[in-house]
Antibody, heavy 121, light 107 residues
Framework: EVQLVESGGGLVQPGGSLRLSCAAS????????MSWVRQAPGKGLEWVSA????????YYADSVKGRFTISRDNSKNTLYLQMNSLRAEDTAVYYC??????????????WGQGTTVTVSS | DIQMTQSPSTLSASVGDRVTITCRAS??????LAWYQQKPGKAPKVLIY???TLDSGVPSRFSGSGSGTEFTLTISSLQPDDFASYYC?????????FGGGTKVEIK
């Protein structure tokens, strides 16, 4: 069964850091682009960051550029999101999503269940 | 960045109704558009990609059309399971963007 399982969310103070993980199973992880997509409470979906399959090129939304870092460990079939200098507006459910293909320019066919990040003092 | 504008933001309809949701892109995205369905507390699920290709297992009452800057998602006969939020997403550029969403409510 193709599956993505996120972890690492929690409550963090403004300015703090958090690292999210996404464990993948049931498909050839190294081949596919992977993304993080977030959803603030009561709001719509916002793409955060992506990493390509094979080339591992990375891409970021302007709202997180310079603060967040996406990475992947193909030996562990795991995607990461290192989040630094967190702000209240980063509060959201963070989803890990698998792309249809190697390129990040694609739709998402598999999503995790999400992990909640709350930035508050 | 390419902006995606969905309309309406909320739609009230009855079981059996034909429903159409529109998504407009701020510049041409060819056919690089996907549609997702999301139910409360759940992850989104892809319905359609490349503007009109139905994903595996998606009921045939869902259809997508359009190219360039204007796209539509149509549900031919609304079923109880279809009451949910719907989002479009463009993937023409390396900065992916979603529309603001359309909530389909029971009339």
């Amino acid at each position: 069964e193709v599956q993505l399982v996120e972890s690492g969310g929690g409550l963090v103070q403004p300015g703090g850091s958090l690292r999210l993980s996404c464990a993948a199973s049931g498909f050839s992880f190294r081949t596919y682009a992977m993304s993080w997509v977030r959803q603030a409470p009561g709001k719509g979906l916002e793409w955060v960051s992506a990493v390509a399959g094979t080339t591992t090129s990375t891409y970021y939304a302007d709202s997180v550029k310079g603060r967040f870092t996406i990475s992947r460990d193909n030996s562990k079939n795991t995607l990461y999101l290192q989040m630094n200098s967190l702000r209240a507006e980063d509060t959201a459910v963070y989803y890990c999503a698998k792309g249809f293909a190697t390129s990040v320019r694609g739709a998402f066919d598999i999503w995790g269940q999400g992990t909640t990040v709350t930035v508050s003092s | 960045d390419i902006q995606m504008t969905q309309s309406p933001s909320t739609l009230s309809a009855s079981v059996g109704d034909r429903v159409t949701i529109t998504c407009r892109a701020s510049q041409s995205i060819s056919s690089w558009l996907a549609w997702y369905q999301q139910k409360p507390g759940k992850a989104p699920k892809v319905l359609i990609y490349k503007a009109s290709t139905l994903d595996s297992g998606v009921p045939s009452r869902f259809s997508g059309s359009g190219s360039g800057t204007e796209f539509t998602l149509t549900i031919s006969s609304l079923q109880p399971d279809d009451f949910a939020s719907y989002y479009c997403q463009q993937y023409d550029s390396y900065s992916l963007t979603f529309g603001g969403g359309t909530k389909v409510e029971i009339k």
